[in-house]
C-alpha cells in the first residue's frame, strides 16, 4: 500500500483538480499520477518525462528508448516502472527475461546500468563506444532522460505507489535487482 494518498478526482482541488480533469479526459490516469497530484508543482516537474522520453523517442527510437528505459528501472528495482516497461517490451514481441542486444542496443544498457550503479564512475570507453552512434547533442539527451526516469523509479519506490490493475498479471515477472546486496 502507498504510504501517500493517492488522489481520487473527487477529492482533487484547485491546480491539483485542473490537472486530474485533463489526465481523465485523456484516460491517463495512473497511480503514480494519483501520488503526484497531491502537490500540482511536483505533479508538473514530474510531468517532463514525458518531454524528455519523447526527445529520446526522436533520437534513439521507440523501441531503443523501452529497452533503455527498461534497463535503468529494473537495474534500479523500480517495480511499477519495471512492471511498465516489460509490459512495453512484451508490446514489442520481445521475452524481457531473455532480451539479446545489437552493439548499440549494448551499449545503452551498459550506459543505463552504469548510471544507476554509479553515475561518477561511467567508464570512459563506454563513451568511446557510445560516441560510434550518437554525438554530444543526442547523448545529453540519453543521459537527461536518465535523469528523469531516475526520479520517477525514485518516487515510486520510495512511495510504494500501487502497481495499476492492468500491470498485476506481470507481477512475478519482476525480479527486484540484487546488486546492492551485501
Not at 10 to 28: K, M, Q, S
Not at 67 to 75: F, G, N, Q, R
Request: proline share 3%; charged share 25%; net charge negative.
Amino acid at each position: 500500500m502507498a504510504r501517500i494518498k493517492l488522489v481520487e478526482q473527487n477529492e482533487a482541488t484547485g491546480a491539483e483538480r485542473e490537472r486530474y480533469d485533463e489526465l481523465a479526459g485523456r484516460n491517463a490516469v495512473t497511480n503514480m499520477k494519483k501520488g503526484l497530484l497531491n502537490d500540482a508543482a511536483t505533479y508538473d516537474a514530474y510531468m517532463a518525462w514525458y518531454t524528455s522520453w519523447n526527445r529520446l523517442v526522436e533520437v534513439i527510437g521507440e523501441k531503443d528508448a523501452i529497452l533503455y528505459a527498461h534497463k535503468i528501472s529494473t537495474t534500479n528495482s523500480c517495480q511499477l516502472c519495471s512492471l511498465f516497461f516489460i509490459s512495453d517490451v512484451k508490446g514489442l514481441g520481445l521475452d524481457p527475461a531473455n532480451l539479446v542486444y545489437d552493439e548499440k542496443e549494448k551499449a545503452l544498457a551498459q550506459l543505463a546500468e552504469s548510471i544507476v550503479k554509479d553515475p561518477t564512475s561511467v567508464p570512459d570507453q563506454l563513451f568511446d563506444e557510445l560516441r560510434r552512434f550518437f554525438n554530444d547533442q543526442e547523448l545529453v539527451v540519453i543521459v537527461g532522460f536518465a535523469g528523469q526516469m531516475i526520479a520517477t523509479n525514485n518516487f515510486n519506490s520510495v512511495f510504494k505507489i500501487d502497481v495499476d490493475k492492468r500491470l498485476l498479471p506481470l507481477l512475478g515477472e519482476f525480479k527486484p535487482a540484487t546488486w546492492r546486496q551485501k
